[in-house]
């Protein structure tokens, strides 16, 4: 008997053709496997279209839209694939890592830097490796399958702009690869003993912030009136201008949520090391991010504040480890 997939559809450059604008994703849906004809002989797919979009234009509220179709046909399927844009693929895969918790079957997202028409495509193989990862590889939870890499979801990050090996993981080794059509696994997680569980409000008055030499704490005032939470991406392992102590202190009494994180890739944060980390920590109650990717952080915020209205309840949620995110606490 043949393994059962149900492709969930976005858009993005797999599904593009050429216009006199460049490219726009217009093939439909229901081709897409066409292009690979051996997927129809091994497994038994039924293609489930939920938009078609450029990446760049994806919303909390489509994240929602892409959960659906596994909550509804959750138990009907060995496993679940997602085709994605690139360009916010990471933020995707973050995100349904925490939406759906405790998935006994893979769920794969996947994308292509190339149209799949074009003769020079990386689509077909990463449909091919997305759909034998998700049919055969026994694995629970989130994935990004991409030009063979299979990375937990909630640890991967677009590292290149057009090579086809586009994707890594942070601070995690990958959980395996896909070689010669086969599955290949370097990090098993364990089944879940507890069951599936759905999460599909997300939560979008959150600001991510970056820090730069010469920017101003005085612009940012107006932040605690209209977010409910504020991710800073500091310096380092958490080092940030002493005028920003003043301005988080202000979001802090409106009710903000702040999470330190930093600009580096690797390695974190660790706001015990400077004296400006010890204020953060112990006298404002902000969070730092620790080694989970930006993607991550951003993604964790919006399903918190969705699920939970009690700020304590959303702060230990952040350091909850879900999916493989942090490596330890």
């Known amino acids: 008997m043949k393994k059962r997939l149900l492709l969930i559809t976005t858009g993005g450059t797999i599904v593009s053709e050429p216009t006199e604008r460049g490219l726009a994703p217009l093939l439909a849906a229901e081709r897409l496997t066409q292009f690979v004809p051996e997927l129809a002989d091994r497994y038994d797919i039924c293609v489930h279209p939920v938009m078609n979009i450029e990446s760049p234009d994806l919303l909390p509220a489509q994240w929602e839209a892409m959960v659906e179709p596994i909550c509804a046909h959750y138990g009907e399927y060995d496993g679940f694939v997602v085709v994605h844009g690139t360009d916010t693929l990471a933020y995707t895969a973050a995100a349904l890592n925490y939406m759906v918790q405790n998935a006994a079957v893979p ?80 990090d098993r997680p364990e089944i879940p003993t507890e069951p599936v569980s759905f999460y599909r409000r997300m939560e979008d008055r959150v600001l991510l912030l970056k820090l730069y030499p010469g920017i101003r704490a005085e612009d940012f005032a107006f932040v605690g009136d209209r977010y409910r939470a504020v991710y800073i991406e500091s310096y380092g392992v958490g080092g940030l201008p002493a005028g920003f102590i003043s301005l988080i202190k202000s979001w802090k009494e409106r009710g903000a949520i702040v999470v330190i994180g930093t600009q580096a890739l690797y390695e974190g944060t660790d706001l015990g090391v400077y004296t400006v980390g010890h204020t953060l920590l112990t006298e404002l109650g902000c969070i730092q991010s620790l080694d989970m990717t930006s993607e991550a952080v951003m993604a ?30």
């Open 107 to 186: 769920i794969v997202i996947t994308g292509a830097q190339y149209p799949i028409e074009d003769a020079v495509t990386d689509g077909k193989k990463n449909l091919w490796d997305s759909c034998v990862f998700a049919a055969e590889s026994g694995m629970a939870g989130v994935y990004v399958v991409f030009s063979g890499h299979v990375i937990r979801g909630a640890r991967a990050k677009k590292l290149r702009t057009k090579s086809y090996d586009a994707f890594g993981s942070v601070n995690c080794p990958e959980a395996g690869a896909v070689l010669g059509g086969v599955p290949v696994l370097c």
């Open 300 to 329: 964790k915020l919006m399903y918190a504040l969705g699920r939970y209205s009690d700020t304590r309840q959303v702060e230990r949620e952040l350091l909850r480890r879900i999916g493989g995110d942090i490596a330890s606490v």
